[in-house]
């Protein structure tokens, strides 16, 4: 079992930046496949970034590849979601996620079975 706790999101300029955090407690946070996901008003939650246990394998959504950077330290219990070149239609809640993915399940919502609070980010333009 692992508790998450999402910080970090605000108001942003289009083109600006944010950095998400995702606290992690618990004693096995190292064996879990972390994500972050996103969801806008009306819409449905969508996948945004995955890494690997280790942090040696990432996936992204097309949407934001090339502009953000998920990363974890392990030492700290901590996931990262680095966003860059941020546009209007990146706002939406984001949610920190974990479960037991394999590389094949990792960019789709099932595997994940612990989800944070959310926190808002808002591009505006």
């Known amino acids: 079992q692992v508790q998450l706790v999402e910080s970090g999101g605000g108001l942003v300029q289009a083109g600006g930046s944010l950095r998400l955090s995702c606290a992690a407690s618990g004693r096995t946070f190292s064996i879990y496949t972390m994500a972050w996901f996103r969801q806008a008003p009306g819409k449905e939650r969508e996948f945004v970034a995955a890494?690997?246990?280790?942090?040696?394998?990432?996936t992204y959504a097309n949407s934001v590849k090339g502009r953000f950077t998920i990363s974890r330290d392990n030492t700290k219990n901590t996931v990262y979601l680095q966003m860059n070149s941020l546009k209007p239609e990146d706002t939406a809640v984001y949610y920190c996620?974990?479960?037991?993915?394999?590389?094949?399940?990792?960019?789709?919502?099932?595997?994940?079975?612990?989800w944070g609070q959310g926190t808002q980010v808002t591009v505006s333009s």
């Open positions: 890494i690997s246990s280790s942090g040696g394998s990432k």
């Open positions: 996620a974990a479960g037991r993915a394999t590389a094949q399940d990792m960019g789709i919502r099932a595997p994940y079975t612990s």
